[in-house]
């Protein structure tokens, strides 16, 4: 494994139970022989070569991108093959502090591992642990680097959830009660348009989407050429099955209605909604990005492009529930009500919604008396949260499977060896 550090930071060996990591850069004057901690980067990564290594890990086309010599360019680099709007940095900086890194161990499967185990079997492109305003950990394998945006897939949904809370207390959407089509007109003969906002949140409008045959269906529409218009598209899945708020089930197409939603109350693009509520205030460091279809409407469901410190960034703004630095973003009540059962709302728990996770306004709720939540997409996308001890665990991958629960598993078992060791 060829191992480089960021040009700023001092060489640094680690050496934790076993397994011996090295890292060689250029020195920094004046610094009194101490290791400055910096990112880790590695020119590898697990099956390296059927991620196209050879070729430089390229992205593809619209056409190849999902294939698997693919997937590493296409996960950082996705802006590059579908339309995007820019979502800008901030204005000023905000700096995450750094401390060198512990030994990070935890268990799974009746074993103990360390974390460098985790990132040799894992294809991970990206991990970082930050503990409130300090970084602790923050490693990049197959040749990404701290600059690469990394594709949110459904991690967008609960952006998209928490930019409807913005607009809520604006006054923008009257509220949550009222039902789609009170702002997209367009959907007013549909079920989908009878549906109210937080049943929306909640993915449980009782409106039928089956997996994998409508979301490609609906992905077809928005991301393909010429395109199809957003109302039309969701307007075509028109089918009730249970009343609102009684089941739930996981459809894409609900955050898709939500952004409908959403850029009718606020009257202007979504990403721009997110830049001015959000990521200038946090502090960004690097442009984002948001997928958008033929019509200009970003495709909600998914496809933020940001870079790994940024969406720890994110993650933070959740951990302090929405306030930023004295400063509240997102209303603190809407963050409590977004990642917390209802009493009345068993159905949503965690072992009820999903065997694992229960489910909250477009985010996942963890099991446990603590309250812990995650945001979630396909092939390893996860940004895991712990508001007590303000811990922040940002998980970047390109898993062979979109959906792989074992894989899952082992990578919140790590989330919770941290929350043993560094939680406190």
Same mark, same amino acid.
């Given at each position: 494994?060829?191992?480089?550090?960021?040009?700023?930071?001092?060489?640094?060996?680690?050496?934790?139970?076993?397994?011996?990591?090295?890292?060689?850069?250029q020195?920094?004057?004046?610094?009194?022989?101490?290791?400055a901690?910096?990112?880790?980067?590695?020119?590898?990564g697990?099956?390296?070569?059927?991620?196209?290594?050879?070729?430089?890990?390229?992205?593809?086309?619209?056409?190849?991108?999902?294939q698997?010599?693919?997937?590493?360019?296409t996960?950082?680099?996705?802006?590059?093959?579908?339309?995007?709007?820019?979502?800008?940095?901030?204005t000023?900086?905000?700096?995450?502090?750094?401390?060198?890194?512990?030994?990070?161990?935890?268990s799974?499967?009746?074993?103990?591992?360390?974390?460098?185990?985790?990132?040799?079997?894992?294809?991970?492109?990206? /991990? =970082?642990?930050?503990?409130?305003?300090?970084?602790?950990?923050?490693?990049?394998?197959? *040749? #990404?680097?701290? $600059? &690469?945006? +990394?594709?949110?897939?459904s991690?967008?949904?609960?952006?998209?959830?928490?930019?409807?809370?913005i607009?809520?207390?604006?006054?923008?959407?009257?509220?949550?009660?009222?039902?789609?089509?009170?702002?997209?007109?367009?959907l007013?003969?549909?079920?989908?348009?009878?549906?109210?906002?937080?049943? /929306? =949140?909640?993915?449980?409008s009782?409106?039928?989407?089956?997996?994998?045959?409508?979301? *490609? #269906?609906?992905? $077809? &529409?928005? +991301?393909?050429k010429?395109?199809?218009?957003?109302?039309?598209?969701?307007?075509?899945?028109?089918?009730?099955?249970?009343?609102?708020?009684?089941?739930?089930h996981?459809?894409?197409?609900?955050?898709?209605?939500?952004?409908?939603?959403?850029?009718?109350?606020i009257?202007?693009?979504?990403?721009?909604? =997110?830049?001015?509520?959000?990521?200038?205030a946090?502090?960004?460091?690097?442009?984002?990005?948001?997928?958008?279809?033929?019509?200009?409407?970003?495709?909600?469901?998914?496809?933020?492009?940001?870079?790994?410190?940024?969406?720890?960034?994110?993650?933070?703004?959740?951990?302090?529930?929405?306030?930023?630095?004295?400063?509240?973003?997102?209303?603190?009540?809407?963050?409590?009500?977004?990642?917390?059962?209802?009493?009345?709302?068993g159905?949503?728990?965690?072992?009820?919604?999903?065997?694992?996770?229960?489910?909250?306004?477009?985010?996942w709720?963890?099991?446990?008396?603590?309250r812990r939540f995650?945001?979630?997409?396909i092939?390893?996308?996860?940004?895991?949260?712990?508001?007590?001890?303000?811990?922040?665990?940002?998980?970047?991958?390109?898993?062979q499977?979109?959906?792989?629960?074992?894989?899952?598993?082992?990578?919140?078992?790590?989330?919770?060896?941290?929350?043993?060791?560094l939680?406190?």
């Amino acid at each position: 494994m060829t191992c480089r550090r960021h040009s700023l930071a001092l060489p640094l060996v680690l050496a934790a139970a076993g397994w011996t990591l090295s890292a060689h850069a250029q020195s920094v004057p004046g610094d009194g022989g101490v290791a400055a901690p910096g990112p880790v980067f590695s020119d590898t990564g697990p099956d390296a070569a059927l991620y196209g290594a050879a070729a430089g890990f390229p992205p593809g086309t619209p056409t190849t991108a999902s294939q698997l010599g693919h997937l590493v360019g296409t996960y950082s680099h996705f802006d590059q093959l579908f339309s995007s709007r820019t979502v800008r940095r901030a204005t000023t900086p905000w700096l995450f502090k750094r401390a060198v890194e512990p030994a990070i161990s935890y268990s799974f499967r009746s074993e103990r591992f360390w974390i460098g185990d985790y990132l040799s079997r894992n294809p991970a492109t990206g /991990l =970082l642990i930050a503990k409130d305003d300090t970084i602790v950990y923050e490693h990049y394998q197959y *040749a #990404r680097t701290d $600059r &690469d945006r +990394f594709l949110s897939q459904s991690m967008a949904k609960t952006i998209t959830a928490m930019l409807i809370g913005i607009a809520v207390s604006e006054g923008k959407i009257k509220s949550i009660d009222d039902v789609a089509s009170a702002y997209v007109p367009g959907l007013a003969s549909t079920e989908y348009g009878q549906t109210p906002i937080r049943d /929306l =949140l909640h993915m449980s409008s009782g409106v039928a989407f089956s997996g994998q045959d409508d979301i *490609a #269906r609906l992905s $077809r &529409d928005l +991301f393909a050429k010429p395109g199809k218009d957003p109302i039309g598209s969701v307007a075509q899945f028109n089918t009730r099955i249970a009343p609102p708020g009684t089941k739930w089930h996981y459809a894409s197409v609900e955050t898709e209605i939500l952004g409908l939603v959403l850029r009718a109350a606020i009257g202007g693009p979504v990403a721009d909604y =997110l830049h001015d509520r959000i990521w200038d205030a946090i502090g960004t460091e690097a442009d984002a990005s948001w997928a958008m279809d033929s019509t200009g409407q970003e495709v909600t469901f998914c496809c933020v492009n940001a870079t790994l410190r940024d969406y720890a960034r994110l993650g933070r703004l959740l951990a302090h529930d929405g306030t930023w630095e004295g400063r509240q973003l997102i209303p603190r009540q809407w963050l409590f009500d977004a990642t917390t059962v209802q009493p009345t709302d068993g159905y949503l728990a965690p072992g009820t919604a999903a065997p694992y996770f229960g489910y909250g306004y477009q985010v996942w709720i963890l099991p446990g008396k603590q309250r812990r939540f995650a945001l979630i997409g396909i092939r390893g996308q996860m940004i895991l949260v712990d508001p007590a001890s303000k811990l922040v665990m940002v998980h970047t991958a390109v898993r062979q499977k979109p959906s792989d629960p074992a894989s899952n598993a082992e990578t919140v078992a790590l989330w919770f060896g941290l929350i043993e060791q560094l939680g406190k």
